[in-house]
């Protein structure tokens, strides 16, 4: 049993959900990893993560839209440090995740058919998100 981490960058472009399951299957071949427990962790309080549908991209806008019209943009917030967008951001972040462990076996992230990891983007400007991969389990033997 070992321990392997990496920290990736997505740069994203406004208000929605950036698939990132691809990044992460590159990492596991990467490093060859076998069978364990892989935390998928995000260092921001304007973004989270999500495991959701990848086959059908109306389910990416439903929830994009829903949560447009959950936290609305207005001048009701104290909070606006960074701008209009700042408060509905970490009132998204608080209502999603910003954690995600998912079993890895056979060198397989274990998703469903149509699950996705995604990073749902929650301001309107471009940003470069960091994503901490934390695996604990073993390698393959090489």
Same mark, same amino acid.
């Given at each position: 049993?070992?321990?392997?981490?990496?920290?990736?960058?997505?740069?994203?472009n406004g208000i929605n959900l950036y698939e990132i399951t691809n990044n992460i299957r590159d990492w596991i071949n990467k490093i060859n990893l076998?069978?364990?427990?892989?935390?998928?962790s995000i260092q921001h309080t304007?973004?989270?993560? +999500?495991?959701?549908? =990848?086959?059908?991209?109306? $389910?990416l806008e439903d929830l994009k839209n829903y949560?447009?019209?959950?936290?609305? #943009?207005n001048d009701n917030y104290l909070h606006a440090t960074e701008g209009y967008d700042d408060m509905?951001?970490?009132?998204?972040?608080? +209502?999603?995740?910003? =954690?995600?462990?998912?079993? $890895?076996?056979d060198k397989k992230l274990n998703l469903g058919?149509?699950?996705?990891? #995604?990073?749902?983007e929650h301001r309107t400007s471009p940003k470069d998100r960091f994503i901490n991969l934390h695996y604990i389990g073993d390698l393959i033997n090489l």
């Open positions: 049993m070992l321990q392997k981490h990496e920290k990736i960058n997505i740069r994203t076998s069978s364990g427990l892989l935390n998928i304007s973004a989270s993560l +999500l495991l959701q549908e =990848n086959a059908d991209p109306t $389910v949560f447009l019209k959950l936290v609305p #943009f509905p951001a970490h009132i998204k972040t608080s +209502l999603t995740n910003t =954690n995600i462990t998912i079993s $890895v076996i058919t149509w699950q996705g990891v #995604f990073l749902f």
